[in-house]
């Protein structure tokens, strides 16, 4: 299993190429990945700037 976790808040072309890595190495090794994205809680302890709604719904 590849796991990526993060708030994605917004998300941006650094998230799209790190998810985009974590398929091209699952398809390689026959894994899976597995995205958990953070709905309460922020790295940084701060308000999210991208409700978590709209965050899930983003490419």
């Known amino acids: 299993m590849i796991g990526i976790s993060a708030d994605f808040d917004p ?5 799209a190429r790190l998810i985009e890595k974590g398929r091209e190495i ?3 090794t026959g ?3 597995v995205i958990y994205l953070n ?5 940084n302890h701060a308000p999210f700037f991208v409700p978590y709604e709209a965050r899930k719904e983003m490419p």
């Open 26 to 28: 699952a398809d390689e």
């Open 39 to 43: 709905k309460d809680f922020s790295a």
């Open 31 to 33: 894994d899976e990945v």
């Open 11 to 15: 998300v941006h072309l650094g998230h």
